[in-house]
């Protein structure tokens, strides 16, 4: 991995085997359950977290990462490391980012946070192309002018079963001026300037499903290099069927899956389907 070290927050959704390949720290936020808090993927996983959910009388809240820990974190790093490369979630949808700056400023060093203006694979898949390049023999420049670019061409179409969450938690951007027509139909949602939008209004999941798949077919078929995340949030048999059906029909797709973990979760509920993906602009990762 040479001399870089590589940062992101828990959203990301990385596995423990992806973080562990590459030794990516992981800084996670919270989800408050009343009095209740717990840090995600350290003291409550997805699928405790959506079974608590579907019993809970207030939806929870949540809580980006101090500085406080995000500097302890980039203290032990530059011991041993000449730059931190930090990849984090939106800005427009936490002030993590925020944070993380606030650290830099404690600790000094060659610490860069760059601000993914996405969530979930849209952090993945950069940040463990990133390692990977690094790994290579990659600079810090080399890592940062990739991420810049498959940022800058990233898409996201999320089918979500129901707005409530997203319009309670106040994450849904400008969409939320229509929510109350929203309440009969199943939208297709985007990511506009860094937060969540309306993408597409239609009225039944199978028409939002074929929508979502045409809108990708329209990037899709001109045969550049595509890496794609199936995000899911509990409906990993529709997430594999999906990924299974990219990958017979377009040759020119590398496919992951990714499941929303609580933070995310909080804001969007179960029953989310998304195609997160962008141009494919190095070798991919190792036996992928």
Known sequence: MGNIAFVTDSTAYLTPEQANEYGIEV????????SETF?????????QFYARLAHADKLPTTS?????????VFERLLKDHDSVL?????GGLSGTVQSAEMAVKQVG????????????????????????LARQGGSKEDVLNLWRRELEEMHAYFVID???????????????????????????????????????????HRRAMERMLARFDEDARDG????????????????ERLRQDLLARYPNVQADISELGPVIGTHTGPGVLALVYYPRLSSRRDGQ
Not at 39 to 47: I, K
Not at 64 to 72: H, N, R, S, V
Not at 224 to 239: F, N, Y
């Open 27 to 34: 800084v996670p936020l919270s989800v408050l359950f009343g």
């Open 109 to 132: 060093g060659d610490v860069t946070v760059v601000d993914s203006r996405i969530s979930s694979y849209g952090i993945a898949g950069p940040l463990l192309d990133g390692a990977a």
């Open 39 to 47: 840090r995600e993927g350290v003291d409550l996983t997805a699928e």
């Open 162 to 204: 129901t707005l409530e969450y997203l319009h309670k938690g106040g994450r849904i951007g400008g969409a939320s001026a229509v929510f109350g027509a929203l309440l009969q139909i199943k939208p297709i949602l985007t990511m506009n300037d860094g937060r969540i939008d309306l993408f597409e209004k239609v009225r039944t």
């Open 64 to 72: 980006q990462p101090t500085p406080g820990e995000f500097a302890a």
């Open 86 to 90: 930090c990849l984090l979630l939106s």
């Open 224 to 239: 550049r290099p595509l890496q794609v995340g199936v995000v899911h949030s509990r409906r990993l048999e529709d997430a």
